[in-house]
């Protein structure tokens, strides 16, 4: 029986094989700088997202549901809360059955150098993936939200006798000058490939849209490490993967588009969900989103869980109910330990351990953990770092122009304060 006939005729079984045979890496050592304040100290995989989460849980939480079990995450910039995240939260895997989330930073293993791109930041640690003698590499970018099965992608790779396999994912043109975007022929072989094009090519067929590279590789392991080990002695090499691994290998070898459309969990009606919250306005739009009644991203979904570690905390309370001083929040998700007492929360996500004092208004906000929200507070459309103490009767988002002399305005508008803002030395150096 042919490879492929096993692959359409017994699928599960065989991704499951697949998956057992895959290692993955995830590269989680990026700042994000468009995150603005809200990075200073804390790498983007690190931020907190819906309430409860980090960024970097989604990535994790689709190798489990995929059967992937040994995966490696690559951290660098400020990486403490990252590393302290993983080590809470995903120690839960035993070692006897070489299962595993190991954390590597940036060590210089093989030169002095820390890692200078996405491809180099694979290759310093290439002893540890040849230690497991997996047959596939599965590379996954750290910093987006969505849900995939990557089972489904090792699939594709192996059924089209591929080299390489990208997932591929929509998006509107002018957005894609942000990606790589690829071509590809009738049996989605990539045949070009541009990383972040000025004036990027449109689908055949759609004028409003292109083809992007979500970040997302499967690699046989032994055509990985070669191409490695090649463009690390390239001088002229910035050691990435969309600006010099793909376009070198594109017309030498065989380099197969994975359609997100075929992978995507949960996906109804056409809603193929999958966000780059890598601004402060995505960010708060996608943490908005989660207020909806039915949102696009299924949080409560017990068959494809997002895993993550949070602290144990009481139950969320709400206090007073008298005239003009009620505890109550509508259209909101507010997480254990969190105290409103005698407030008023209106379409906001509010993170752990969040204390509102009486008389407040918080509307449209993103609350991380750890805030204190004192008296007569009025808080719209904004994100509120870790840690935050708002003063007695301040308001926030009403005066953009007050705002931004003191805080971060958005192009949208959305108010970002973080401890430093305020003056309040949360992370002290000196």
Known sequence: MSQNRQVDQH??????????????????????????????????PAVQFGGKFRIIDFPLSNCMNSGIRR????????????????????????????????????????????????????????DLLREGGAEYVLILAGDHIYKMDYGKMLATHVKNNADMTVACINVPLEDAKGFGVLAVDESDRV????????????????????????????????FLYEQLIRDAGDSKSSHDFGGDIIPYIISKYKIQAHRFTD??????????????????DAYWEANMELTKVIPELNLYDRDWPIWTYQEQLPPAKFVFN????????ID?????????????????????????????????????PKVTINRSVVLKNVVIDRGCIIPEGMQIGVDLALDAKRFYVSEK??????????????????
Request: proline share 2%.
């Open 71 to 126: 995966i490696n995450v690559a951290t660098q910039y400020k990486a403490q809360s990252l590393i302290q995240h993983i080590q809470r939260g995903w120690g839960f895997l035993r070692g006897e059955f070489n299962e595993y989330v190991n954390i590597i930073p940036a060590q210089q293993r093989i030169s002095e150098d820390w890692y200078k791109g996405t491809a180099d930041a694979v290759y310093q640690n290439i």
């Open 413 to 430: 508008g959305i108010v970002l304060v973080t401890p430093d803002m305020l003056g309040q030395n949360l992370y002290r150096v000196v």
């Open 322 to 329: 008298d005239e003009g001083r009620t505890g109550k929040a």
């Open 11 to 44: 699928s599960d079984r065989f991704i499951s094989t697949l998956t057992k045979n895959t290692v993955a890496i995830i590269l989680a050592g990026g700042r994000g700088s468009r995150l603005k304040n809200l990075t200073d100290w804390r790498a983007k």
């Open 263 to 280: 992978s995507c969990v949960g996906a109804k009606n056409g809603n193929y969900y999958w966000r780059d919250v890598g601004t402060i």
């Open 332 to 368: 909101s998700l507010v997480s254990g330990g969190c105290l409103i007492s005698g407030s008023r929360i209106t379409s906001s996500v509010l993170f752990s351990d969040v204390r509102v004092h009486s008389y407040c208004d918080v509307e449209g906000s993103v609350i991380l």
């Open 191 to 222: 045949i070009e490939f541009a990383e972040k094009p000025a004036n990027p090519k449109h689908m055949p067929g759609d004028t409003t849209k292109a083809f992007a590279s979500m970040g997302i590789y499967v690699f046989n392991a032994k």
